[in-house]
């Protein structure tokens, strides 16, 4: 006898959506996705993959910067020849999001998934159950339903984004030109990302912050680093700093701030987080819970409150990287297809923040461990005495371990170096596979190469790691 395949209906074609259509194709469903925007969702076509091309840009330009101290010259008779040509900066991060996700609409089209470009909703189908989803007057009936329909960016309450001078992070690569007076309102890892980008492609930044430092939820040692190389490039921190609005004045913007001080520029970005993409899609209706900020509550195994409806990515708020989105969607996809499954670990997530240098970490985080939430010992190498970070002029950074008293297990790590979020891996590795710092140790790494600090991290920190908490 052969059993039906079981249908599987996707609203959302993002890293949550698109990563779960594969899984259930290749587990022999039947898949549709329904996706408004383009496949990759926003992950590929407005945040991510836009947001990490032009910072590839950026980081050239500040390794080009320090070509002097390298003994390389960059100028033609005391002209400088280094210059950022806007639109075809642009151009280019706009082509290649659009070729990335003509990969994976290729990708599904191969592995047989039927894709609806349309706006769709929720709606009851037979005997009352929720897994139908409309879509452009087509109807999609399933066994299993997954909403993953992500976020979108919020503004100030007094100063709607215009495309022209007050914007969202989705509207800057339609600017004709390099802002000249960049104000980045917001220092989370958006606003820092974008403030580190500008300032070093040329513009003048100004990145307000309503908290005491830059990346407040973030280890407080590598922010300072961070907001450090921040101010010595020239940038324009102001902490402390809440912007209540944002007003067009001429040919520039004016941010007002809480205690009544403007500060004034060319063009505004608004950082100021994300709201979910959860009203209008019948999810009410369907008896879906919300939270009180509009993200759907789903639990280890993205199950939403109602049987067979899954949600996975952004729209959940859990953690908003396109990796848990896509981890999230395959977990669903394997339970709702009766595979067996583990459910989600937040505490292995490995995150980065593309500043220059960068940030990345793993595991147990430096507050958990000042609270005594959890016991550590934790050591921090600067970089600069790094070998290889001293050939390559990098003198900001540092890489830090946290292992467990007695056993020496990997507990969690920071790293804070240009391309930390390829150094982050065997730490991340550690953590997922029980590994302790001993065998970190006694592992060869490369003479010289800054992931040599990892391996020298592991070897120090069990002999001269302070214990965090006794
Ligand atoms: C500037 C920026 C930079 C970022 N950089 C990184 C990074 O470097 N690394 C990282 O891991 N994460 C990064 N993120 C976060 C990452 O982009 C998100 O976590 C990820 O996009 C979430 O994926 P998703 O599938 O939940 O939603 P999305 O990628 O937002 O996709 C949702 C899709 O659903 C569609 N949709 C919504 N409603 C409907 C509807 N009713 N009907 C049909 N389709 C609908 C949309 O059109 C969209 O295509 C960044 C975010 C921002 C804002």
Redesign the pocket.
Known sequence: MTLPRPRVAI????????EAALVASQLGAEVTV???????????????V???TLIESSSTMTSLGRAASLGLQLADGGNPVLGVDAPALYARIKALAADQSNDIAEHMTAEGIRVIQ????LAAGPLGTPHTIE?DGATVQADAVLI??????RALSDGAPDGERILT??QIYDLPELPPELVVVGSG??GA??ASAFQALGSQVTLVSSRERVLPHEDKDAAVVIEGVFRRRGMNVLGKSRAESVRRKGDGVVVTLADGREVAGSHCLL?VG?AP?TT??GLAEAGVHLDSRGFIEVDRVSRTSVPGVYA?????GVL???????MQ?RIAMWHALGESVHPIRLSHVA??I?TDPEIASVGVSQATVDRGEVPARVVKLPLATNPRAKMGGFRDGFVKVFARPGTGLVLGGVVVAPRASELILPLSIAIEQNLSVEQIAHTFSIYPSLSGSVTEAARTVMEFGTDAIA
């Open positions: 609203l959302g074609g993002g890293p949550g959506g698109y329904v996706d408004e925007d383009g496949l990759g969702g926003a992950c590929v076509l407005t945040d991510c836009p947001s990490k349309a706006r769709g909703r879509a993953a329909t992500g976020a979108a960016p992070c989705r890892v958006t990302e974008f950082t994300m993409c209008g899609i996975a990515g952004d729209c959940t908003m990287l396109a990796s848990v989105a896509a969607g995150s980065t593309f």
